[in-house]
């Protein structure tokens, strides 16, 4: 199994424009989130998804938008990019069933920098 | 909503000393705090983690401990390793169906010196 997988792992973006952070898991998990993490900082919560075409929002929604049409992917779509979205993009997934209960499992991020 | 603050930010020991993370929670009602590592230019991955209705948990060289009454929890690292060398983080949520939406601590680095 490849786990957690997003895409692109580094990419500058310029004020204004819009990209979407891909994401995608291969463990039939039904629960995914997405996280920021600034420097310094611990992790926040974006965005999170229960299940395929369920979504909702976490602490710091604003600027952000996603989508969940299947149970394997998870995009992050930014419009209109602002410098304080600059930041280190994780995705996770998870389940509630067997002995992972409760464990986030991380993809390894994807760095923005909006100039 | 729930803030969880985490001290030391740094922690610098020689290998073979304990390690101590400590964490403290504001909402009363988060039942499920784990700890997880970043190593660099990793995701976090969940070392240990434990739930409201356990004072105690351990696995090898890593325990947690957690104090209801007080709000706040620890991680002890014993015999340390340079390996052992990351950033920490704590956190907490409600459990159950909202078992992944956590609120972070800041982080702690801990470097361990051979």
């Known amino acids: 199994n490849a786990g957690v997988t997003q895409t692109p792992k580094f990419r500058i973006l310029k004020i204004g424009q819009s990209m979407t952070l891909q994401c995608t898991q291969d463990m039939n998990h039904n629960y995914m989130y997405w996280y920021r993490q600034d420097p310094g900082m611990g992790l926040k919560l974006i965005y999170y998804s229960v299940g395929a075409g369920i979504t909702d929002k976490g602490e710091v929604p604003n600027g952000y938008n996603v989508s969940r049409s299947t149970t394997e992917d998870f995009p992050l779509r930014l419009e209109l990019a602002a410098p304080s979205q600059t930041s280190v993009y994780f995705c996770?997934?998870?389940?509630?069933?067997?002995?992972?209960?409760?464990?986030?499992?991380f993809g390894e991020g994807s760095r923005l920098t909006v100039l | 909503g729930e803030n969880v603050e985490q001290h030391p930010s740094t922690l610098s020991v020689q290998e073979g000393d304990s390690a101590v993370i400590k964490c403290t929670y504001s909402d009363s009602a988060s039942n499920y705090f784990p700890w997880y590592k970043q190593e660099l230019g990793k995701g976090p991955q969940l070392i240990i983690d434990?739930?409201?209705?356990?004072g105690e948990k351990k696995d090898q060289r890593i325990a947690v401990t957690l104090n209801k009454t007080a709000k706040h929890f620890s991680l002890h690292i014993t015999e340390t390793q340079p390996e052992d060398s990351a950033v920490y983080f704590c956190a907490a949520s409600k459990g159950g169906t909202s078992y992944g939406k956590l609120t972070f601590g800041q982080g702690t680095i801990l470097t361990v010196h051979p």
């Open positions: 996770a997934s998870s389940t509630l069933a067997g002995d992972y209960t409760g464990e986030l499992f």
């Open positions: 434990i739930r409201s209705n356990v």
